[in-house]
């Protein structure tokens, strides 16, 4: 399902692995790769992330510079 906010086009799916549920809300521009690595670290909305520190992200592996790009730019323009 793809949700559409002030903030562009939203990837939104609900996923289910091992018994659990994942929920993955990105901006565009967010990579797989990068959802399961935000997943993994505990992470399944962007708003979790208006406190963390982008340098922590920038070490998960599967995410990449354009996915960092696309998340600080959608956490500016949700302040």
């Known amino acids: 399902m793809l949700v559409i906010l002030q903030l562009g ?3 939104r799916e609900s996923t289910k692995k091992k018994g659990r549920i994942y929920m993955e809300e990105w901006p565009k521009g967010v990579a797989k ?3 399961r690595a935000l997943n993994a670290a505990g992470y399944t909305q962007l708003q979790q992330l208006k406190d963390v520190d982008l340098a922590k992200l920038k070490n998960l592996h599967g ?3 354009k996915a ?3 998340i600080e730019t959608a956490l500016k323009e949700s302040r």
């Open 63 to 65: 995410m990449g510079p």
């Open 9 to 11: 086009i939203i990837n």
């Open 33 to 35: 790769p990068a959802i």
């Open 68 to 70: 960092l790009a696309a």
